[in-house]
């Protein structure tokens, strides 16, 4: 289909060489066997039966939301989560559903070639599977609360995170298709408020690209990077790169570590999405030249392109510029939150 960048490949990389060499210089990496010692991963790889008795040993009955697109005889084959025709709605539907039911009815559907795409995506794992994290502990991640991604074959289309992201296999193979982040205006992304899953998402089909509608998404796919995990192998996916993901099995798992950003333990609103809406209503009727004006602003004083903007200025006057106590950024967003609210209650 393309010929894409490869993935540099580790084992037995250290925490602290994640932390300290490779998330700094935000591209992705393949962590091969991060989690090849987890009872899950061994739970799967033996049948999709003891992979579902294994989750089931640890649910507590909480009700989970479930996405379902049903079978369609003439676009089933893309088993998205995606838009309709006319970006009015989705093709899709989400219900609450026990965690051992919907389990139950993936197996039922493991042969069947003409069933529902279904996905529990995000669960918070801990509020549903208590114990689990016990039983399958990270020690890069000993604070962070892991989300839970389950399901059968079905695939999400390419957005992007606001946090950094380990994402790893545990019960499937999925296939990861990445974009850096100057790829953006070549992957047509979609509308900001009206999302499937609350992020933009790219508009394009990457499995059947139109070319003719979409003709920049061939400078993209030049540009992507594509790799493959098996049970066991974890994906760092950077801040704001665009991720394409297929789950290639009947019954597929994914366990991911989002620790900073929008998912940071003490971020608060307005969020980095929210922030970009709010610098699009202040700058959207600006010509080109005041545009270009405003970006030499903002390469001084967020990008830091020259000149450190406080290297210059007596400590006690760096105000924003400088260090803040978490009291002063909250009173600061705080502020921008009213507009936020007044904006999406009009």
């Given at each position: 289909?393309?010929?894409?960048?490869a993935?540099?490949?580790?084992?037995?990389?250290?925490a602290?060489?994640?932390?300290d060499e490779?998330v700094?210089?935000?591209?992705?990496?393949?962590?091969?066997?991060?989690?090849?010692d987890?009872?899950?991963?061994?739970?799967?790889?033996?049948?999709?039966?003891?992979?579902?008795?294994?989750?089931?040993r640890?649910?507590?009955?909480?009700?989970?939301?479930?996405?379902a697109?049903?079978?369609?005889?003439?676009?089933?084959?893309?088993k998205?989560?995606f838009y309709?025709?006319?970006?009015s709605g989705?093709?899709?539907v989400?219900?609450?559903e026990r965690?051992d039911?919907?389990?139950r009815?993936l197996?039922?559907?493991?042969?069947?070639?003409?069933?529902?795409?279904?996905?529990?995506?995000?669960?918070?794992?801990?509020?549903?599977?208590?114990?689990?994290?016990?039983d399958?502990?990270?020690?890069?991640?000993?604070?962070?609360?892991?989300?839970?991604w389950?399901?059968?074959?079905?695939?999400?289309?390419?957005?992007?995170?606001?946090?950094?992201?380990?994402?790893?296999?545990?019960a499937?193979?999925?296939?990861?298709?990445?974009?850096a982040?100057?790829q953006?205006?070549?992957?047509?992304?979609?509308?900001?408020?009206?999302?499937?899953?609350?992020?933009?998402?790219?508009?394009v089909?990457?499995?059947?690209?139109d070319?003719?509608?979409?003709?920049r998404?061939?400078?993209?796919?030049?540009n992507?990077?594509?790799?493959?995990?098996?049970?066991?192998?974890?994906?760092?996916?950077?801040?704001?790169?665009?991720?394409?993901?297929?789950?290639?099995d009947?019954?597929n798992?994914?366990?991911?570590?989002?620790?900073?950003?929008?998912?940071?333990?003490?971020?608060?609103?307005?969020?980095?999405?929210?922030?970009m809406?709010?610098a699009?209503?202040?700058m959207?009727?600006?010509?080109?030249?005041?545009?270009?004006?405003?970006?030499?602003?903002?390469?001084?004083?967020?990008?830091?392109?020259?000149v450190?903007?406080?290297?210059?200025?007596?400590?006690?006057q760096?105000?924003?510029?400088?260090?803040?106590?978490?009291?002063?950024?909250?009173?600061?967003?705080?502020?921008?939150?009213?507009?936020?609210?007044?904006?999406?209650a009009?």
């Amino acid at each position: 289909m393309n010929n894409f960048k490869a993935i540099p490949e580790y084992r037995d990389l250290s925490a602290k060489q994640l932390f300290d060499e490779v998330v700094p210089e935000q591209q992705p990496i393949v962590l091969r066997g991060f989690a090849g010692d987890w009872p899950m991963v061994a739970a799967a790889k033996k049948t999709p039966n003891e992979f579902k008795e294994y989750l089931c040993r640890h649910y507590n009955g909480k009700k989970v939301t479930i996405s379902a697109a049903p079978y369609n005889e003439d676009k089933c084959a893309d088993k998205r989560f995606f838009y309709n025709d006319d970006l009015s709605g989705f093709t899709f539907v989400s219900a609450q559903e026990r965690l051992d039911l919907f389990l139950r009815r993936l197996i039922d559907l493991k042969n069947e070639e003409q069933g529902p795409a279904l996905s529990m995506q995000s669960a918070l794992t801990e509020s549903i599977l208590p114990g689990l994290l016990e039983d399958n502990p990270s020690d890069f991640f000993p604070n962070v609360k892991p989300r839970l991604w389950v399901g059968n074959e079905g695939v999400v289309d390419t957005h992007y995170d606001g946090t950094d992201n380990i994402a790893c296999v545990v019960a499937g193979r999925r296939r990861f298709t990445l974009f850096a982040p100057d790829q953006t205006s070549n992957l047509y992304p979609g509308p900001l408020e009206f999302t499937p899953a609350g992020v933009p998402v790219s508009l394009v089909n990457l499995r059947k690209p139109d070319f003719d509608r979409y003709p920049r998404f061939k400078t993209a796919l030049h540009n992507a990077y594509h790799v493959e995990l098996a049970p066991g192998d974890a994906l760092f996916i950077p801040m704001l790169w665009w991720h394409h993901v297929e789950s290639l099995d009947k019954i597929n798992g994914l366990m991911n570590y989002w620790w900073n950003g929008s998912f940071a333990e003490d971020a608060t609103s307005p969020n980095f999405l929210d922030s970009m809406k709010i610098a699009i209503l202040a700058m959207r009727d600006l010509t080109p030249k005041q545009r270009d004006a405003w970006r030499c602003l903002f390469d001084h004083y967020l990008f830091k392109q020259g000149v450190d903007p406080v290297s210059y200025i007596p400590k006690h006057q760096h105000h924003l510029l400088g260090e803040l106590s978490p009291d002063y950024i909250r009173v600061v967003k705080d502020h921008f939150v009213k507009k936020i609210t007044k904006i999406e209650a009009y």
